[in-house]
């Protein structure tokens, strides 16, 4: 059974710019959910969507948003970067017996 | 979500039994102790989970005392492979929820 896949695996961006970041989470699992970290700040949760809705929703500006497909493929937006978001943004993806399973990530680097 | 609190760092060398202890103290009835290992540049990945006494898999074992207050990760004969950090969190099993509470981690560095 094939992971959980992120894309891209790095990026780089600057200030002002928006970015697209996208989670395939594994066969069958319904909720995904995104995190950022950082070492200042450590894992974060920023949301988690199941079913194509957001269920949970973490403390970041609205800047930070997200959106699940049919298919329960997943996609985290920013805009308007700033150099503080510059992170690992990680998304897990929800078993039955609720156990998470994380990708590799995206690291984002804003210039 | 109860609140944890772990060592910062660990050292530790290989062939040896390391010991990750976590307190919770405001750990609820319906909260399980679940402990996750991540790697550099790498997502976290499932440990071990347990709600009370003891539980072992092929990767480590987990005490758990009667009050709970506190839980024991155990790495049996750790090499070079288990440098990592290690998360415990606490929270109910069926939270129904992707949304974790992590903490600062321990920071295990095995020395040859």
């Known amino acids: 059974k094939a992971g959980v896949t992120q894309t891209p695996r790095y990026l780089i961006k600057t200030r002002g710019q928006q970015v697209t970041l996208s989670c395939s989470p594994i066969?069958?699992?319904?909720?995904v959910s995104w995190y950022q970290q950082t070492p200042g700040q450590g894992l974060q949760f920023l949301f988690e969507y199941f079913s194509e809705t957001q269920r949970n929703k973490g403390n970041f500006p609205g800047r930070f948003s997200g959106r699940q497909f049919s298919n329960s493929r997943s996609e985290m937006n920013v805009s308007t970067l700033e150099l503080g978001d510059s992170a690992l943004y990680l998304c897990a993806s929800q078993s039955s017996n609720e156990k998470l399973f994380f990708g590799s990530g995206t690291q984002l680097s804003v210039l | 979500l109860a609140k944890t609190t772990q060592p910062i760092s660990m050292d530790s060398y290989e062939g040896q039994e390391v010991n990750i202890t976590c307190s919770h103290n405001?750990?609820?009835?319906?909260?399980?102790i679940t402990w996750y290992q991540q790697f550099p540049s790498q997502g976290p990945r499932f440990i071990i989970q347990g709600y009370k006494t003891k539980v072992t898999n092929e990767v480590a074992s987990l005490f758990i005392p009667a009050d709970r207050k506190s839980s024991t990760l155990s790495l049996p004969r750790v090499s070079l492979s288990d440098t990592a950090v290690y998360y415990c969190?606490?929270?109910?099993?069926?939270?129904?929820?992707?949304?974790?509470?992590f903490g600062q981690g321990t920071t295990l560095q095995v020395k040859p």
């Open positions: 969190l606490v929270g109910p099993f069926s939270s129904n929820t992707g949304k974790l509470i």
């Open positions: 405001n750990i609820a009835t319906n909260d399980y």
């Open positions: 066969s069958g699992h319904r909720s």
